[in-house]
């Protein structure tokens, strides 16, 4: 689990949940409306800048993925793992429904 706080005054501003092994990176899309995280379990998470809603799941790495980025439009995301692979997914916001 991954919290988010507000540095000035120390409250909680959201909560991730999801990954079942240890985070190995956290960034905020340039929008910063999403926000992407990295496991010790080859998963990325995308979650919801507001709330930490899960919004999906990333899968494609073999191994655990060490750090993650947006593009700076927020329509790619980079996430590399400890054997010098770098996987690149489409981050495209979905519509709202």
Same mark, same amino acid.
């Given at each position: 689990?991954? +919290?988010?706080?507000?540095?000035?005054? *120390?409250?909680?501003?959201?909560?991730?949940?999801?990954?079942?092994?240890?985070?190995?990176? !956290?960034?905020?899309? @340039?929008?910063? +409306? #999403?926000?992407?995280?990295?496991?010790?379990?080859?998963?990325? +998470?995308?979650?919801?800048?507001?709330?930490?809603?899960? !919004?999906?799941? !990333?899968?494609?790495?073999?191994? #655990?993925?060490?750090?993650?980025?947006?593009? &700076?439009? *927020?329509? #790619?995301? $980079?996430? *590399?793992? @400890?054997? *010098?692979?770098?996987?690149?997914?489409? $981050?495209? @916001? !979905? &519509?709202? @429904?």
């Amino acid at each position: 689990m991954a +919290k988010v706080w507000d540095a000035q005054t *120390g409250e909680e501003l959201l909560s991730l949940k999801g990954h079942s092994g240890a985070i190995n990176g !956290l960034v905020f899309s @340039p929008d910063n +409306k #999403r926000l992407a995280s990295t496991s010790s379990h080859a998963t990325i +998470k995308v979650g919801d800048g507001e709330t930490g809603q899960e !919004l999906l799941t !990333l899968e494609g790495h073999s191994g #655990r993925t060490n750090g993650v980025a947006f593009s &700076p439009d *927020g329509n #790619r995301l $980079a996430a *590399g793992g @400890p054997n *010098g692979t770098v996987v690149i997914y489409d $981050a495209t @916001p !979905l &519509p709202n @429904p």
